[in-house]
């Protein structure tokens, strides 16, 4: 009774805040098929990541000539990167750069040689519910279990050509 009371008051204040460019419910369509899932929902933005073809000159950009904090870096061969993490405030950015033979933005930086925004990663409040609703909606998952991020903390990925041309990281807050 409370999850149904929780879905329904989250719908109705989605469809008070919505904004005038979005359509408006299809009178054609029934009311339950546009209840929104209620299992799992996002949370706020948890870092954007770069990759960079070389991690001290991309630290001394943001540690020194633009002054942010920025962390040690830190080798996770679990993924096949390293990564540093700069701290922004209201959320952070990931430098990531290859470790070892098979890792992925190994191939990214052969496309993108001067570097690129290579995924966002945004939290979730369950992660396997996620897991199992995007499955339903044919959304590809990149590994058939979580593994644990750079943040100790359970992670999937989205593979870009399902959401938009971006690779999108998805974290158990
Ligand atoms: C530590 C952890 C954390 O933050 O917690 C991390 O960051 S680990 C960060 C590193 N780990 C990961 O990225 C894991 C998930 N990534 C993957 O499974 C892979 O990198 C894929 C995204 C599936 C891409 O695989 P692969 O490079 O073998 O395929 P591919 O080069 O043929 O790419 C297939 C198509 O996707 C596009 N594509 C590839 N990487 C992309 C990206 N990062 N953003 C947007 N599009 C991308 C390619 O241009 C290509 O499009 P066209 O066909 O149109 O040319």
Not at 24 to 41: E, G, H, R
Not at 87 to 99: C, I, Q, S, V
Not at 137 to 159: N, Q, T, Y
Request: net charge positive; hydrophobic share 40%.
């Amino acid at each position: 009774m409370s999850v149904l009371f929780t879905c329904f008051s989250g719908l109705l204040s989605r469809l008070q805040t919505s904004s005038p460019t979005v359509p408006a419910l299809s009178s054609s369509k029934s009311f339950s098929q546009n209840i929104p899932s209620c299992l799992w929902k996002l949370g706020r933005l948890n870092h954007v990541a770069i990759a960079v073809p070389d991690l001290e000159k991309a630290q001394y950009l943001y540690k020194d000539v633009l002054g942010a904090q920025v962390s040690e870096t830190v080798a996770l061969p679990e993924h096949g990167v390293y990564t540093v993490f700069v701290e922004l405030g209201n959320t952070k950015l990931e430098l990531l750069h290859p470790l070892g033979e098979k890792s992925p933005i190994a191939s990214f930086l052969q496309k993108n040689k001067t570097g690129g925004m290579h995924h966002i990663c945004i939290e979730v409040d369950d992660i396997k519910a996620a897991m199992t609703e995007l499955k339903k909606k044919k959304i590809r998952i990149l590994s058939e279990e979580p593994k644990i991020g750079a943040h100790g903390k359970p992670v999937i990925f989205l593979h870009p050509k399902d959401c938009h041309g971006v690779l999108v990281e998805l974290e158990q807050a």
